[in-house]
Nanobody, 120 residues
Framework: QVQLVESGGGLVQPGGSLRLSCAAS????????MGWYRQAPGKQRELVAH???????NYSDSVKGRFTISRDSAENTVYLQMDSLKPEDTAVYYC??????????????WGQGTQVTVSS
């Protein structure tokens, strides 16, 4: 069994900051790529940021320069620092990780999602 638990969402004013965290736990052998996705009402889920095991990052054009993804491999945790937030960043944010989970094999796992609302 593998779980991803997100935290850090909430309500923030435009221009503000939030930091999301996602901790993986369970029968984990190795964690490979980790990423953050978001889904706004009526829209498809989209990739926000991704980080490899070696720390290579990539971002969607809409968040480049404002968001920063990082990971603590020792703690099986990925973070998303979100600065200069805009109303259009409002969405449910989901953590994703590619995990080798022992007898469960290799697969992609999702967190339960955390709501981020940017509004004055």
């Amino acid at each position: 069994q593998v779980q991803l638990v997100e935290s850090g969402g909430g309500l923030v004013q435009p221009g503000g900051s939030l930091r999301l965290s996602c901790a993986a736990s369970g029968s984990i052998v190795s964690i490979y790529g980790m990423g953050w996705y978001r889904q706004a009402p009526g829209k498809q889920r989209e990739l926000v940021a991704h980080i490899t095991t070696s720390g290579i990052t990539n971002y969607s054009d809409s968040v480049k320069g404002r968001f920063t993804i990082s990971r603590d491999s020792a703690e099986n945790t990925v973070y998303l620092q979100m600065d200069s937030l805009k109303p259009e960043d409002t969405a449910v944010y989901y953590c994703n990780a590619q995990i080798h989970a022992g007898v469960l094999g290799f697969g992609g796992y999702w967190g339960q999602g955390t709501q981020v609302t940017v509004s004055s």
